[in-house]
T-cell receptor, first 115, second 113 residues
Framework: DAKTTQPPSMDCAEGRAANLPCNHSTISGNEYVYWYRQIHSQGPQYIIHGLKNNETNEMASLIITEDRKSSTLILPHATLRDTAVYYCIVRGTMYSGGGADGLTFGKGTHLIIQP | NAGVMQNPRHLVRRRGQEARLRCSPMKGHSHVYWYRQLPEEGLKFMVYLQKENIIDESGMPKERFSAEFPKEGPSILRIQQVVRGDSAAYFC???????????FGPGTRLTVL
């Protein structure tokens, strides 16, 4: 699975959109981009994933660049409860020959929502 | 639909004892993954199981650690003869299929005295 690079920390004001970047320049054609977050020692929480097209669900939006070398997770109206470590993970599929195995978590981005 | 359940949530053992951690996957999920998070470190994959089979145990320490996922009942992560370095949070995740998103439980915090 491709490696990802994220800034170690970010601040965002409550009520504003939080935009979390992720670089994955070695991503291959059939690898998905997944986002998880971990709120202070709780179990990681699945947020969203995508392949090429932008995706949106009730939690967030995922914008993937056309060359797929980077992506941005957008929390449209951040609240204090969104303070967490956010992980961007690239994962293979059966079509990329990727193993159906565990997720590789990096250090993530510690997002702090300021009141 | 209940999420992934883990018990106990907290477990204290003395050096040399055995620790058994249990994980019940989400309803309809037959794939289970175990991860370990050492203090101040990131999450590390340990083992991936599908009912009655170990698919990938590349992240499991070679000694003292074992995992199972029987046909009936929860998945069990077993640590024999625990040492202080085993103190960590152990998370279980489950998925519907091998390439589906994984959903995590609340974790078991193991403290070895």
């Amino acid at each position: 699975d491709a490696k990802t690079t994220q800034p170690p920390s970010m601040d965002c004001a409550e009520g504003r959109a939080a935009n979390l970047p992720c670089n994955h320049s070695t991503i291959s054609g059939n690898e998905y981009v997944y986002w998880y977050r971990q709120i202070h020692s709780q179990g990681p929480q699945y947020i969203i994933h995508g392949l090429k097209n932008n995706e949106t669900n009730e939690m967030a939006s995922l914008i993937i660049t056309e060359d797929r070398k980077s992506s941005t997770l957008i929390l449209p109206h951040a609240t204090l409860r969104d303070t967490a470590v956010y992980y961007c993970i690239v994962r293979g599929t059966m079509y990329s020959g990727g193993g159906a195995d565990g997720l590789t978590f990096g250090k993530g981005t510690h997002l702090i929502i300021q009141p | 639909n209940a999420g992934v359940m883990q018990n106990p949530r907290h477990l204290v053992r003395r050096r040399g004892q055995e620790a058994r951690l249990r994980c019940s996957p989400m309803k309809g999920h037959s794939h289970v993954y175990w991860y370990r998070q050492l203090p101040e470190e990131g999450l590390k994959f340990m083992v991936y199981l599908q009912k009655e089979n170990i698919i990938d145990e590349s992240g499991m320490p070679k000694e003292r650690f074992s995992a199972e996922f029987p046909k009936e009942g929860p998945s069990i992560l077993r640590i024999q003869q625990v040492v202080r370095g085993d103190s960590a949070a152990y998370f279980c995740a489950s998925s519907k299929g091998p390439y589906n998103e994984q959903f995590f439980g609340p974790g078991t915090r193991l403290t070895v005295l």
